[in-house]
């Protein structure tokens, strides 16, 4: 009887210390690997014991021979003493231990089974790669973030003469930003000058300023700057029509006069052929003709006059329409002519800002840390991308410097330019 209370005693110190080792495991072993349904993958370094209850004698027999450090191979399986390539891959700690106590129970016609215990010795590392300062592979630990693993690297990717590379980067931004404010400037104009040739009262925004930040205010400008023209070029022309119309009325005015004045000359005219006659039969004075004389001359004079005003009214006229033909037509050269003045200055600009920005290239290729002593760049930035594979094959995400990293991933770190 005291045989079998102490075989019971010896029962329950086993498996209260098989509680305790799977417990301890359990705490010595990444959280990672036990919390998060962790899944193993190639070069995963695994801690495996083995151990099998005696019920015959109450002792705990160990399976030295299989028990020890293992590492998950290409072919995502461990080789273990006895029962050879054990899948592991894609598997949790948990289920690796299982299928290890199942195959020896098999193997060896086991009457119990086998107790197995798998924890994590070493994550599968991460690799680095890109515009770190050394690139390779490293070892993962617990809460790695994408930041802390850059810092394993060394940093980001910098030459020994890094500070120069971050002055000629610094330099040539501020000129594509000088140039690339010049050039939202001169695509407001173009788009007024484009409106203007075209006839257009509004003025549109065009895709090229869309992600200007100030576009707005630039196309205000412009359109303020289009209608104020508009107006002043609309009064020229009113005022040429307004002459016109005064000259039109001016030479009906003096066509009508002339007409009265035709009709005054004939009757004096009538009048002075009337008194040569009598004057010749002398039936009338000498001086009663030279007064029908002067009479007529008078008139034939003022009807010159009135002709030559009619003459020089509508000369004016033929002046006023040919000024109105040069204003629209200055109009028209002087909008094509600062039309092609803009395209060929944006041409020009586009080319600085072109060698700018590969000016900001080349520093940034040679150090990716001269972004580092810009913080405030915004037309450039480091890309952070993870390459992960979860079972269903690698697939690529972007990610932040404050991200978590799993084993096995791949960080991919670029130093880029923001299209503008």
Known sequence: MQQKIASA??????????????ALAGSIAPTLAQDSGYRLGVMDRL????????????????????????????????????????PAAGKSTGEVAKAIGDQLRSQFALRN????????????PVFLAGDVHTPGEYPYAPNLTVL??????????????????ARDFINARGDAQ????????????????????????????????????????????????????????????????DLKTLLNTEVQSLSQKSATQKNQLQLVSEDRDKMARLTEQGLATASRRLTSEERAADLESNMLDTDTAALRAKQDINKANQDEINLRNDWEAQRAKELQDTEAELEK?????????????????????????????????????????????????????????????????????LMQ
Request: net charge neutral; glycine share 8%; with cysteine.
């Open 148 to 165: 802390k693993a850059v810092s394993l690297a060394g940093g980001l990717r910098r030459s020994d003469a890094g500070q120069r590379f």
């Open 47 to 86: 801690k495996i014991k083995v151990a099998e209850w005696q019920p015959a004698d109450g002792t705990v027999r160990s399976w030295d021979a299989v028990s020890g450090e293992y590492t998950v191979g290409p072919t995502g399986s461990l080789s273990l003493p006895f029962l050879g390539d054990v």
């Open 178 to 241: 000088v140039y690339g404010s010049e050039r939202g400037r001169l695509l407001a104009r173009k788009a007024r000058l484009m409106a203007e040739v075209a006839g257009e009262a509004e003025l549109k925004v065009p895709p090229e300023l869309k992600d200007v930040p100030n576009a707005d205010q630039l196309i205000a400008s412009e359109a303020s700057l289009m209608k104020s023209r508009r107006q002043r070029y609309e009064l020229q022309l009113q005022a040429l029509a």
């Open 9 to 22: 005693r010896s029962l329950r110190v086993l498996c209260l210390l098989a509680g305790a080792t799977i």
């Open 349 to 417: 600009l586009g080319l600085q800002l072109g060698t700018s920005r590969e000016l900001m290239s080349e520093a940034l290729a040679q150090s990716a840390e001269a972004l580092k002593f810009d913080p405030s760049a915004k037309d450039a930035t480091i890309k952070y991308v993870v390459v992960r594979d979860d079972g269903k094959g690698p697939k690529e995400v972007v990610v932040s410097e404050n991200d978590r990293l799993l084993p096995g991933d791949v960080v991919k770190v670029t130093s880029e330019l």
């Open 113 to 124: 089974l086998p107790s197995a215990s798998v924890e994590v010795a070493q994550f599968r």
